[in-house]
């Protein structure tokens, strides 16, 4: 019988090999989505949302690892961060909230991934960068007004009124999911594409060029 661990490594490696990754690929995105999996784990709340939204900086690790072997490593990556996260800690939110954080994290990466892949150079990771926060901002407004937000009120057994006046004690302006999306999701999504932009454009370089020379 395998543990938890045992099982996510035994799940990432058949995703890995399906999409035509070599063994040292394959060894590249576990640790990368190891590592992702902890930074998850360090939680920094922001003023301007309620307190369930934290940021945390797990995409660092994903960005850099899609910009050194591609798009669909990222992807890869993002899915052992969320496995490895859900084996050690569990879910609250029967794992649509894990499904959620992939979708944005895969919304953020994806453009950033295949932009800088056609040119690589600082000039298309930055426009990457920008595409993918652009692209992230959209994606989480949807993804939680119309499927983590209602799944979180069920889950705890409250009303999605309850989570709106959440957002309203943080800012007066909000009344609704639209509001509470665009003035609370929007700008922590916007916060954190930048500072995970930010550390990935300072450290890229430097990790790229000892991935390269491993490869």
């Given at each position: 019988m395998?543990?938890?661990?045992?099982?996510?490594a035994?799940?990432?490696?058949?995703?890995?090999?399906?999409?035509g990754?070599g063994?040292?690929?394959i060894?590249?995105?576990?640790?990368?989505?190891?590592i992702a999996?902890?930074?998850m784990?360090?939680?920094?709340p922001?003023?301007?949302?309620?307190?369930?939204y934290?940021?945390?900086l797990?995409?660092v690790?994903v960005?850099i690892g899609?910009?050194?072997?591609?798009?669909?490593?990222?992807i890869?990556?993002?899915l052992v961060?969320?496995?490895i996260h859900?084996?050690?800690?569990g879910?609250s939110t029967a794992?649509?909230?894990?499904?959620?954080?992939?979708?944005?994290g895969?919304?953020?990466l994806?453009?950033?991934g295949l932009?800088?892949?056609?040119?690589k150079?600082?000039?298309?990771?930055?426009?990457?960068m920008?595409a993918?926060?652009?692209?992230?901002?959209?994606a989480?407004?949807?993804?939680n007004?119309?499927?983590?937000?209602?799944?979180?009120?069920a889950?705890?057994g409250?009303p999605?009124?309850a989570?709106?006046?959440?957002g309203t004690?943080?800012?007066k302006?909000?009344?609704?999911?639209f509001?509470f999306?665009?003035?609370?999701?929007?700008?922590?999504?916007l916060?954190?594409?930048?500072?995970?932009s930010v550390?990935t454009?300072?450290?890229y370089?430097r990790i790229?060029?000892v991935?390269?020379?491993?490869?």
């Open positions: 395998m543990d938890g661990n045992e099982a996510v035994v799940n990432a490696n058949a995703v890995a090999a399906k999409k990754f063994t040292k690929q060894a590249f995105i576990g640790m990368f989505g190891a999996s902890v930074l784990f360090f939680e920094i922001l003023f301007f949302a309620p307190s369930f934290k940021i945390d797990s995409e690790p960005l899609t910009f050194a072997l591609g798009p669909v490593a990222g890869a990556i993002e961060k969320i496995l859900l084996v050690v800690k879910t794992g649509v909230g894990e499904v959620a954080n992939f979708v944005i895969c919304a953020f994806l453009p950033a932009i800088y892949k056609m040119k150079c600082k000039e298309n990771a930055l426009i990457g920008v993918g926060t652009v692209a992230m901002i959209i989480g407004c949807l993804v007004a119309f499927v983590l937000l209602p799944t979180y009120a889950a705890f409250m999605i009124e989570l709106i006046e959440m004690a943080v800012n302006s909000v009344t609704d999911l509001s999306a665009m003035l609370c999701v929007a700008p922590f999504n916060v954190k594409g930048i500072v995970v550390i454009f300072l450290l370089k790229s060029g991935i390269h020379k491993v490869m």
